[in-house]
């Protein structure tokens, strides 16, 4: 098992760890973490692993292993691995995480003023998607502005914790159709974005407030089917 730091506190850009494993194609395997592995829509980060000596191994990918507990960073080149209990320090590219984090944090906004449910999302550092249930498209000035009073309303972001049985007692709180909520130790993170403003569960990075988002742009609006409407977002910077 990995401990995903990045759970508790996204705003980690390096952690002190252990080295656990070398999988049979060069995966290296920590005992914590502050890479994020690629899921729910978000890519995985990338970074570098700084050993002992103060030689650097270029991270190009970020993974689950063989279950959601399991971290894997994939090296960017071949090159000399660490060896199995070495130190290292684990140093993330912060200002790609950054942007996702802001991107991330979008999306839950948007899937908020909207009112309905995700069909589906993908997050970049230069634009990001998400698909919502949908019938007619919405229209993109009053959109923009619902995003943007929110951004302003510098809304608290927090993440609390309720078991898989509580989910199951309250199944509205599943804002996604398309991913199933991070299931597995018993316990869901939910991400909470102002007292009433939005509440669901995702194990995604977010920002501490919405207005760290800043300013949004609708790029496109798209129709991908008679239920389906996407969104295509940009940042400011």
């Given at each position: ?41 978000q890519p995985g980060d990338i970074g570098e692993i700084e050993r002992a000596d103060g030689s650097r191994i270029a991270v190009g990918a970020t993974v689950f292993g063989d279950d959601k507990e399991q971290i894997i960073h994939v090296p960017a080149s071949e090159g000399p691995l660490p060896e199995v209990g070495e130190p290292v320090v684990a140093h993330i590219n912060w200002a790609r995480r950054y ?139």
């Amino acid at each position: 098992m990995t401990e995903h730091l990045f759970r508790e506190d996204s705003y980690l850009r390096s952690c002190e760890a252990h080295v656990t494993g070398i999988n049979d194609r060069g995966g290296i395997l920590l005992d914590r973490t502050i890479f994020f592995a690629t899921g729910g829509g978000q890519p995985g980060d990338i970074g570098e692993i700084e050993r002992a000596d103060g030689s650097r191994i270029a991270v190009g990918a970020t993974v689950f292993g063989d279950d959601k507990e399991q971290i894997i960073h994939v090296p960017a080149s071949e090159g000399p691995l660490p060896e199995v209990g070495e130190p290292v320090v684990a140093h993330i590219n912060w200002a790609r995480r950054y942007r996702h984090m802001r991107m991330h944090t979008a999306l839950h906004v948007i899937c908020a003023v909207m009112k309905t449910k995700i069909t589906g999302a993908q997050i970049g550092d230069q634009e990001s998607r998400i698909d919502l249930n949908v019938e007619e498209p919405p229209e993109r000035e009053a959109v923009l502005a619902a995003i943007m009073d929110a951004v302003n309303q510098d809304h608290a972001i927090t993440t609390e914790w309720i078991t898989d049985e509580e989910l199951d007692a309250n199944p509205d709180l599943i804002k996604s159709m398309s991913v199933s909520p991070p299931r597995g130790s018993g316990l869901v993170r939910l991400v909470r974005i102002g007292e009433n403003f939005d509440l669901q569960p995702c194990g995604g990075t977010h920002v501490k407030s919405t207005q760290e988002i800043g300013l949004v742009t609708i790029t496109k609006i798209e129709k991908k089917g008679r239920l389906n409407r996407r969104i295509r977002i940009c940042l400011d910077d």
